[in-house]
């Protein structure tokens, strides 16, 4: 990204501070529900449709959403299945996504796939991405009080109607989509990161779930739009990498807080 930006630069900004609130709200809940770590993983699935996309020639994302959200629904039937818990179900997908996805990726085109790059959007698609990120922070405060519930106190959830089955499938389809916006500037392999990063400042910065999902919002906010300023006068670095770094150094500030 240069300096001087372009409509399809400005489209392009804009989603990806969009998606930073995004991330920051969903990632707060998968701290609470402890399967954080697997926010990492999770962006890996979307790999083996990446490496299709580049290998047949179709767009990368589309390709990435088709095996990320096959590969949601996989997790989800299987831990319904073996009772197992959403990590476990999460390390099995992960380890042929990842496999099959290496493989199946050209050479050339497989360090962008893992770790981004920045590129101007055309309104169509900035439009697509603005949709679902909305639809994710719609969902998230929708069902806001039943995940919390469901976190807390599962048998009064399900003494009060909460689907604990279904709460977990909208968790998992919008935890996805949070991460399928993310794929086009941070990678399959960096996209979990800005999940995870930032819920941890938060964590330590708040003590209630209100300021907590403040506190990682705007952590994910700052990582994003640092990380661009840093890319937009330093073009030869990747987005992706860069804002990792600084939601890392944010986190080692967030650790001067003494704990309360």
Request: glycine share 10%; net charge positive.
């Amino acid at each position: 990204m240069s300096i001087t930006a372009s409509p399809g630069d400005i489209y392009g900004i804009i989603l990806a501070l969009l998606f930073a609130v995004a991330a920051g709200l969903v990632g707060s809940f998968a701290l609470m529900k402890g399967m954080l770590l697997a926010s990492d993983v999770i962006s890996h699935v979307a790999l083996p449709g990446i490496g299709l996309a580049f290998l047949f020639g179709f767009n990368p994302i589309l390709g990435g959403a088709t095996t990320l959200f096959l590969g949601t629904l996989l997790i989800w039937q299987l831990q319904k299945k073996t009772g197992l818990a959403t990590d476990a179900m999460v390390g099995v997908v992960f380890a042929g996504s990842l496999a099959i996805g290496a493989a199946l990726t050209p050479k050339e085109d497989l360090v962008e796939a893992l770790f981004g790059r920045f590129q101007p959007l055309s309104f169509f698609t900035f439009l697509l991405g603005l949709v679902a990120v909305l639809l994710v922070i719609f969902v998230i405060f929708r069902f806001k009080d039943q995940l919390l519930l469901a976190l807390f106190s599962p048998q009064l959830a399900a003494a009060t109607s909460v689907r604990l089955d279904r709460m977990n499938l909208y968790f998992l389809l919008v935890f996805s989509l949070t991460v399928l916006v993310g794929l086009r500037f941070m990678g399959a392999l960096l996209a979990g990161a800005l999940i995870i990063i930032p819920a941890t400042t938060g964590r330590r910065l708040a003590g209630n779930v209100s300021r907590f999902l403040l506190s990682s919002c705007l952590a994910s906010v700052a990582a994003v739009g640092i990380g661009l300023v840093i890319t937009a006068f330093l073009p030869r670095f990747s987005p992706g990498p860069i804002i990792v770094a600084i939601s890392a150094v944010l986190f080692g500030l967030s650790l001067l807080k003494k704990s309360v």
